[in-house]
């Protein structure tokens, strides 16, 4: 891209408060986007070769959504978690293994993508993001939900096409948990917590593609709780998704 188009997109972005410059083929990101660090809400940067993210990200301070999907990121810096107004963040299509470990400083954040990485486990930083809704882990590395799960406050968590065989019997204490999808991973259905028909707060399950027939599902105590609340559930979900915004 030459410099005449760059300054074209700056110029856009300091009246609107969003630079969008997807599927350029960038290697870095845009040194220039320093000039903006007071003025942009929305940075999307998405389908490029972006393979690090710079120190400077952490100065947009009216930063809300940040998008990098499909790039080549693996890792992100720390100064990343300075961004106190950030509620959208999509890094899906990189090559992350771990978040920093001040990502829970993010307080405001809300939504969450990172399906398409290389992550081993639900990370652990999730848990003190009080204002978050949704998580997509899909199509990642995982192989276990671990007990600090049970901290999670988002309404919906995407866990599809892992490698799951465990799951944490206190994923059924989370306490706005609506939404649980497991579709496509390594389970058996004792290695299913019952908990989450019988005592959680969880009303859409979606564990197609597993390692057990889901009419094996149907028998257990408290599967008709599910589907009985499948509807209510996701007008609650729905509601109270649209009144964080």
Not at 36 to 45: V, Y
Not at 49 to 59: M, S
Not at 185 to 210: F, K, R, T, W, Y
């Amino acid at each position: 891209m030459g410099n005449s188009a760059l300054k074209a997109h700056l110029e856009t972005a300091q009246k609107t408060g969003v630079f969008q410059l997807t599927g350029e083929g960038l290697t870095e990101f845009p040194e220039d986007l320093q000039k903006l660090t007071s003025n942009l809400r929305t940075i999307d940067l998405s389908n490029n070769k972006i393979e690090l993210l710079p120190p400077l990200i952490g100065k947009f301070s009216l930063l809300k959504s940040l998008v990098l999907n499909n790039n080549k990121l693996t890792a992100l810096p720390e100064e990343l978690c300075k961004l106190k107004k950030l509620e959208t963040l999509h890094l899906n299509g990189n090559h992350l293994r771990q978040l920093p470990a001040a990502f829970g400083q993010l307080s405001a954040l809300k939504t969450l993508s990172l399906s398409g990485n290389q992550l081993r486990t639900v990370p652990t930083q999730l848990c003190g993001l009080r204002h978050l809704d949704v998580v997509d882990l899909s199509k990642n590395q995982i192989q276990n939900v671990p007990d600090t799960v049970g901290e999670l406050q988002a309404i919906e968590l995407n866990l599809n096409q892992n490698q799951i065989s465990q799951i944490s019997v206190q994923i059924s204490h989370c306490p706005r948990l609506k939404v649980l999808r497991l579709e496509e991973n390594c389970l058996e259905l004792s290695m299913l917590p019952h908990s989450i028909l019988s005592d959680s707060q969880i009303s859409l399950l979606a564990v197609e593609g597993n390692l057990f027939e889901i009419k094996k599902l149907r028998e257990l105590e408290g599967y008709d709780k599910v589907c009985l609340f499948f509807f209510f559930g996701l007008l609650i979900f729905f509601r109270e998704a649209n009144s964080s915004y």
